[in-house]
Nanobody
Framework: QVQLVESGGGSVQAGGSLRLSCAAS????????MGWFRQAPGKEREGVAA????????YYADSVKGRFTISQDNAQNTVDLQMNSLKPEDTAMYYC?????????????????WGQGTQVTVSS
């Protein structure tokens, strides 16, 4: 089993930056990819970014390309999301997820393990 814990959320002014971190159990080595998702009240959970653990290949939602960067540190079993130039529409609960499957990176159905979430609030 895999346990995921997110940290680093908070409140920031538009244009500011935050760095989210996801700490995974040592068994996360068996995952094919790690992803960051977000969900605002009344909206569906959407994929933000993902990284394939073996190759290091990264994928991003169009809305965050050029602003967000996902990275991994295999030695520490962590996956980070650096968020720059934040906008009010980035406000959401952010979740870290781990997948054992080879499906599309942005599909929640391909992720079997989820963290508890960390809130990100961006004010104008």
């Amino acid at each position: 089993q895999v346990q995921l814990v997110e940290s680093g959320g908070g409140s920031v002014q538009a244009g500011g930056s935050l760095r989210l971190s996801c700490a995974a159990s040592k068994y996360t080595y068996s995952t094919t990819k790690m992803g960051w998702f977000r969900q605002a009240p009344g909206k569906e959970r959407e994929g933000v970014a993902a990284i394939y653990t073996s190759s290091g290949s990264t994928y991003y939602a169009d809305s965050v390309k050029g602003r967000f960067t996902i990275s991994q540190d295999n030695a520490q079993n962590t996956v980070d999301l650096q968020m720059n130039s934040l906008k009010p529409e980035d406000t959401a609960m952010y979740y870290c997820a781990a997948s054992l499957y080879g499906g599309w990176w942005s599909s929640t159905r391909n992720y079997g393990y989820w963290g508890q979430g960390t809130q990100v609030t961006v004010s104008s």
